[in-house]
T-cell receptor
Framework: GQNIDQPTEMTATEGAIVQINCTYQTSGFNGLFWYQQHAGEAPTFLSYNVLDGLEEKGRFSSFLSRSKGYSYLLLKELQMKDSASYLCAVMDSNYQLIWGAGTKLIIKP | GAVVSQHPSRVICKSGTSVKIECRSLDFQATTMFWYRQFPKQSLMLMATSNEGSKATYEQGVEKDKFLINHASLTLSTLTVTSAHPEDSSFYIC??????????FGQGTRLTVV
């Protein structure tokens, strides 16, 4: 079966750095996405990785290792507004998105 | 990117009635749109893939007679929850994919059935 695992909840301090991990087992791979979702709102796109390595975009970076079925989202200089759920999703061989359950990130002052 | 508009954002309806949710792709001709449902603290669950001019493809376990999908044009897909019951209360979200690298979401619709 297809499976995406990410931690349920994480807590970090304002100004610090946090890494949210995602491991996956899917039938085929056509890219991995990270989305941010604030409570009661639709997800918003953060990053897309299809090749191994690190993609940096401002305070957010995303890493992919296809051989390990592993990705992480790195958030730097955390701000209170970063408190949200972070969803990992993998596009399988049929170009369908398989979603993780999301990681709720709590930022403390 | 694509701009996706979903309406209404919130709706409360009585048990047994039907509710229609609209999803519009404002600046992208979407031959395919996706409908998701999300229960509290859970992931997005794909309900169906809406195909312009043809029947929608429903995921296993989703009742096609209960969740009617119409994709009559390249910019509009509708989801109608028929004979709604309290257990249908959820957050419904539509999305459009531009190519294979990015999904754009509507604002979502919070449905409460009382």
């Amino acid at each position: 079966g297809q499976n995406i695992d990410q931690p349920t909840e994480m807590t970090a301090t304002e100004g610090a750095i946090v890494q949210i991990n995602c491991t996956y087992q899917t039938s085929g791979f056509n890219g991995l996405f990270w989305y941010q979702q604030h409570a009661g709102e639709a997800p918003t796109f953060l990053s897309y990785n299809v090749l191994d390595g690190l993609e940096e975009k401002g305070r957010f970076s995303s890493f992919l290792s296809r051989s390990k079925g592993y990705s992480y989202l790195l958030l730097k200089e955390l701000q209170m507004k970063d408190s949200a759920s972070y969803l990992c999703a993998v596009m399988d061989s049929n170009y369908q998105l398989i979603w993780g359950a999301g990681t709720k990130l709590i930022i403390k002052p | 990117g694509a701009v996706v508009s979903q309406h209404p954002s919130r709706v409360i309806c009585k048990s047994g009635t039907s509710v229609k949710i609209e999803c519009r792709s404002l600046d992208f001709q979407a031959t395919t749109m996706f409908w998701y449902r999300q229960f509290p603290k859970q992931s997005l669950m794909l309900m169906a893939t809406s195909n312009e001019g043809s029947k929608a493809t429903y995921e296993q376990g989703v009742e096609k007679d209960k969740f009617l999908i119409n994709h009559a044009s390249l910019t509009l897909s509708t989801l109608t929850v028929t004979s709604a019951h309290p257990e249908d209360s959820s957050f419904y979200i539509c999305s459009v994919m531009t190519g294979n690298t990015e999904a754009f979401f509507g604002q979502g619709t919070r449905l409460t059935v009382v």
